[in-house]
């Protein structure tokens, strides 16, 4: 079992930033792959954010593209998505997430085997 540790949520205003972090400390961090989704209110869990194990890889979803940047620390076991530039519809439940023997696309819940509690962000007009 994977433990997943969000935080750095919280209420902003439109244009401001945030950085979350997601702390793994199990002894494999580096094997896996991570990423980042979000929920907002009566809306399906949606893709933001992956990096690949090494980080030599990252994907973006379009909404985000630009504006998110997602990164990740193997010695301290730690992945971060700085947030600039936020908008209201940014507003959500962000969760973490780690890929570990998962088939699934990157861009789908399907593509992790591990989650942790979420954190959450509200973009203020």
């Known amino acids: 079992q994977v433990q997943l540790v969000e935080s750095g949520g919280g209420l902003v205003q439109a244009g401001d930033s945030l950085r979350l972090s997601c702390a793994a400390p199990?002894?494999?961090?580096?094997?896996?792959?991570m990423g980042w989704f979000r929920q907002a209110p009566g809306k399906e869990r949606e893709f933001v954010a992956a990096i690949s194990w090494s980080g030599a890889n990252t994907y973006y979803a379009d909404s985000v593209k630009g504006r998110f940047t997602i990164s990740r620390d193997n010695a301290k076991k730690t992945v971060y998505l700085q947030m600039n530039s936020l908008k209201p519809e940014d507003t959500a439940v962000y969760y973490c997430?780690?890929?570990?023997?998962?088939?699934?696309?990157?861009?789908?819940?399907?593509?992790?085997?591990?989650w942790g509690q979420g954190t959450q962000v509200t973009v203020s007009s």
């Open positions: 997430a780690a890929r570990w023997t998962a088939s699934g696309s990157y861009y789908n819940t399907d593509g992790y085997d591990y």
């Open positions: 199990g002894r494999t961090f580096s094997s896996y792959s």
